[in-house]
């Protein structure tokens, strides 16, 4: 703070510069203006809020009485809907500068806002069963309290299924960069789209992905490292990529996916099957299936594990 | 801030169905009062502060003088076991909503913070083989300050060793959510029950997994997504997964483990023995061997890598 | 804040004993003086303003108009390059203690920081190829505003442009520690040494390695989990490891590589091949090879896939 | 921070030298243990919070909405009793340690905290009559609202009526302080032991000082400078001033005060007069006067106008 | 934080007894809904703001260059303006609700933000104009720039001319908000609808209060607890208050006020003229007076220094 | 945040205007750069600083210990000084602009650092004379705790005992800052350079004002609005103030001043002299005089209560 000499760094030289450079970004994009975009930071805070709506004692505040909880969940509940709701009004903004008009026609900010609190209790609902099944499923878990305040894969979940509403009223942006977030703080990347059931459990959990077109049954459990990808990708007559169909694998219920796993492309994990550490999976098993390296040749393919 | 139209958001009903959801959750667990628990945030600040006690120019304030530095160590001592003896309390009271009145019937949240105080000189006389470890283990390590303030694995390992110590004092939960926060920062999930001795160097580290039984020797160096787990779960009579086992490796002195290497089971890995990147392990190996994946034949089994 | 009874924590007799393993610990390294190292904080919040500088309405603040987005910028950066010249100072000392005079002969702060400056247009127009590659190469992108604010590629690539460029100025430490940082944010390990040129994208990424001496051409597509790693280090005939040699893959123009798979050692991957999802591969490939699973035997080797 | 000279202050030998004074200091006053006082700056944040949660729309938060600002009132008000109830534990305390045990035998913080809150909408109804008066008696003043936000006359009569209720409860300290806070941000020093009724305005009032015994009755006004202060103090026959004594102005309903004027001792100013700027005034009035500069003559006196 | 008894407060019956005192107000207003007001703290962080563009070198940061200062300027315009026009939709809303419609009917926020900026280069002017006269004015100060950062008769008139500015436009509640900010900061009250010519100082200044229609003069000085007040308030038949006539004293140029006078009703004081200190003075003076406590009689009145 | 149309301000223009405005400035006052000063709010942090090491239980921390207490003092300390040693630094800077070689020659800004650090221990003896006057004088005051915590009077003396040294070391600009903050918060207004000896009181406080060649004895009691003010300023033959005479009042050794009272020139209260309320006092009172309104003839004089 205190040195004599203060130096130039030839800041309106650089200035121009970038100015340029963000017009010819512009222009590459025949664009007019630059978009404006949701906030991450925002968002992470929007998420912790929700956390705290939905488990006030464990993630929102210790000494909360039976007396103060509900006046503390409504105050939360009535800022964070404000701030989403914000929050949304840039992503209808964005879309509709990417002409996107089908996404936005029918609604506005505050009634996306109105339609994701709706289904604030049935998250709760969900959640709760996934706390239970982590609790059942780690021989370590003393209780499922411990489990809300320290598994990564209950962080990755209340990120997902706060994710998922959002992206399945058409909110697609704001959904991913949820995902992200949780994939930031816990190595999990859980698609948005993905579709997953009640009673869903990921232990450890770094690594682990899981594609936009996955659907996961009830009562499944996933290690660390597991992969639910695309076995390739599709492109069309011009050789662009195609998008949107259906190329991430069904896992059905009680199914258990040990780590390393790669499961990939279209196919079905058969009900309650055991899936084996490091298995390499590119076709279907039927129901009950027990599946390790040693039964699994390695099967030739073109492209590999992209998602 | 301006817009004139303020929307209501339903907030009474979603806080009633909110209440009652968690009124549920307490009855199926049997519970009168939701726990009171120990904070993330607060630990987070905990560690940091921890941290600029053990190393205090490198991790703490980089203008501190040889006069001041001391009274910078005492003051955030002081700061610090004054808000661990507060998380600490927590614990203690949620153990005792558990009737795990064992744990806590010998001291208070004092007794407990007094005795992990006198074991700081030792954590950091551990740090420092471990810091060593590292400065001679990574060709690009130019001096044991840089690997402090750069490696993943230092991070890790600092967090580790003072879960481990809260663990082995009977204070699981903070313990656990202490190396969480490792978890979240590095990709390595070191579980604080984990017997880890000196000169401990994890290189790179995301994927990395060690479970609670594990015990690892003087000078191991482990590299990115290597696990030590559990080979299977074993079930009582009544199909509940046993608690407590001893179920993962134990690793002797001088092993190096290379990068992607599974080790599954309570085997043990022979002192001075390398195992080679992406190995599948679930038998032991004498010391001195050299394991690659050409050598290891694929074995057969039933469970997984489950932790 | 108010219980009566205020315990001791026995702080005087813990701040003697880490006071002399301190000391201890300077004199084993035979320093008079403890270092002053750049802080992580500080650096993190510095490659917060760059960010914003180089995109300044999608990663600074939504709200900018055309009239006052270069007020920004230009603010922002006599902020960040005021900061980045003290951080580069503490480097510098630090160097001189090590005694790498030839590092800090020939300029000042300053100087590096004007040299640094001068290259963020560039950066500037490498981020803009990184972006529309990622926004071409998933099929789930809609546009390249949203790759830049969500995708974990990204902010490895943004981090790795910045840090790479001050390596190249000879801050390796500074360099490495904004490494560090994305890597803790992504899970993506880029060393700042390696060489990358314009379109990378790097997909989901936990667990991507990237070593000091890779070189990577144009249009690289690498998928999460992908190491590009050392195949084993050599030593001197003292036992000592021997630094800085070409022990890292060279990957050409146009190739794509899919999750999981493991490069080792300075081989060369010709342009435009594909390699599958985890695949081990230790020899180099011609231009348009598609090397999958199946075609790859398992090859002996001694060490492994340390980096 | 960049300065390679980092110089020594001669801590130690400070740190000694006020460690003796501080010992000393104790000793003068027979004490062994140094007290433990409330924080002005919470106390500061506590009325913040009290005045937020008495008008809410407009010293909370602008947005609140029908449906919202209950929780807002519910929520505020479980932080500010708790963090009260803590700095009223704090004065309890410092009281013992005085000796004054019969100002705390009778309850715990809690229900001095309690007895508190059940009279703030007591305050509320008592403020609604001052800002009432405030907006009627000053020409300038367009609405109730305007006054709320910008009369230091009604910052400082929120303080006093949350300080007096304190005062009553046997709370002097807190009181003190909270008076003090309104002290500094308006110049009006109303001492939190007067007893003021309804309507009561205070214009401009800068060195407007009210004593602890002053009477103050409905509907009075009273513009800057203007003193209620003690005539003089009484010493007992050891020369020791007398303490608690009723020694300042009586003034009664419907009185207006200008600027600058005087009134000291325990004389009582009758129903509706007036009593004009400037003015020295050391004895009663009767109802109805109206009195100016020319009409006093200037009285001798022994000591003055210490309060 | 960790008292195991938590106690509760009665807060929905203290809620209920609020939210009743909420409405009966209301209904007292005959107001359906409360109304929205600027926010004090806004409004002090966008007089800082604007300090900081009018002097960036000396109230804003120390260490700006030639090259980064119009950045800084630019910037902090940019956001101040955006935060300012938020207060001032605020404000016209509340206009709106009064029913003060002419005020309103003719601009949006933006229009009355513009006309604002639009002059803050004339009150720079006008600022350099009083700098220099308190420089020349106080034998104590040794250099302007040390007026600027020391003296509350500085902080007082910034205010002021940023509020005048405000008041001028149409804005009467805000520019009232910013004249209490400087008040509770320095003692000053100077109504925002007052008129000061240039070169006005202000010395000391605790106790001084200026009347919303004075008139003052170029090169006047005021020195504390010097009042320029309403002789008395006229009022209409119906013993209403008369609002906005012209009640306050006409300074003319180079007159100087020393401490403690009061100057009261719609007198002029000839330009050149010196009042002493404490003077009492309700009748105009000819230019080139010199009037001390001797010259003055006390005057019959019958109301006093209400402003 | 989420209007659709984001209007221009016209910044680039306002910029270049106000870049006039500062150059035409600069030009004014024949200056090349504008100054580099010390910050105001950096000051009032050093001084609640050290604030908090003079009384560290009282005004630092309530929680600390009798082990703890030293370290946050030493702590606080090397924060204060490094911080205070900046400040002073850019007041040299700005004394060398000014020319003021003389005051700069001798030492360092480490130096005035040092040799202010040296004399804290003086500074809180003093204070303990000045609280323990405090408490002695004041009949509602019932511990010499409550003062320090309470009365604005401390506050101003803490603040005046630190300028004053710092005035004496030769650095008046900071000197005054701190006078200024003390008189922004409590509205009493000492300048630095007065002189005022042990067991000084000031009661209430706003108004007063006490000028810099002011010289006052042992165990004196001021009120509120005292004014120790000049006489008149001196114009040398050119007609230009006289600076640096000595020019207001000596108040000898156990005087008590009384509310409002006015004290003017180089003049004398003889030892143990009272001073009544509202006195105007313009000449010399021997020791043990007891001056009332009724024995001051109001005197005749040219200029007033300038200081």
């Given at each position: ?6 130096s130039?760094?030839g ?5 121009a510069e ?6 010819q ?5 025949r664009?007019?203006q630059?978009?404006?975009?949701p906030s991450r930071?925002i968002?992470a805070n929007i998420?912790?809020?929700l956390?705290?709506?939905?488990f006030?004692?464990?993630l929102?505040?210790?000494?909360l009485?039976?007396?103060?909880i509900?006046?503390?969940?409504g105050n939360?509940l009535d800022?964070?809907?404000?701030q989403l709701?914000?929050?949304i009004?840039?992503?209808?903004l964005f ?5 996107e008009t089908s996404?936005v026609a029918?609604?506005s900010?505050?009634?996306?806002t109105?339609?994701?609190a709706?289904?604030l209790p049935?998250i709760r ?15 370590a878990a ?7 305040v320290?598994y ?17 009223l058409?909110l ?6 949820i995902?992200?977030?949780a994939h930031?703080?816990?190595g999990?990347d859980?698609?948005p ?16 992905v899981?594609g ?6 009830s009562r499944?459990?996933i290690?660390q490292?597991v992969t639910l990808?695309a076995k390739?990708?599709n492109?069309d007559d011009s ?6 169909n259906?190329?991430h ?8 996916i040990?780590a390393?796993?790669?499961i990939?492309g279209?196919i079905t994990?058969?009900?309650g099957s055991t ?10 098993v039927?129901?009950?299936s027990?599946i390790?390296?040693?039964?699994v ?7 590999g594990?992209?998602?």
């Open positions: 703070m205190t040195d004599t000499v203060r130039d760094w800041i309106p030289h650089l200035v970038l100015r340029q450079l963000r017009v970004a512009l222009e590459n994009r664009r007019q630059p978009p404006r975009l930071k968002l998420v912790d809020q956390s705290a709506v939905l006030p004692n464990r929102g505040l210790p000494d009485t039976d007396e103060s509900d006046y503390f969940v939360t800022n964070v809907l404000r709701s914000s929050q009004e840039l992503e209808l879309a509709r500068e990417l002409a996404a029918h609604c900010a505050s009634d996306y109105l339609q994701f709706a289904q049935t609902q969900l959640l709760d069963t996934d706390l239970q099944a982590a609790y059942e499923g780690d021989p003393r209780s499922a309290d411990e489990v809300l320290c990564p894969g209950m962080v990755a979940v209340i990120h997902y299924r706060i994710a998922h509403l959002l992206y399945q058409g697609p942006l704001i959904a991913r960069m995902s992200e977030i930031s703080a816990t999990i859980i698609h789209g993905a579709q997953i059931a009640d009673s869903f459990f990921i232990d450890h959990g770094t690594g682990v899981i936009e077109t996955a659907i996961i049954g499944v459990r290690y490292a990808g390739r990708f492109k050789g662009m990529l195609v998008k949107g259906l190329r694998p069904i896992v059905e219920d009680d199914v258990v040990y390393g796993a790669t990939l279209r994990l058969g009900k899936i084996g550490g490091n298995v390499w999976l590119t076709h279907s039927p129901a009950g027990q390790n390296q040693a039964q040749r390695a099967e030739s393919f073109d492209a594990a992209g998602i």
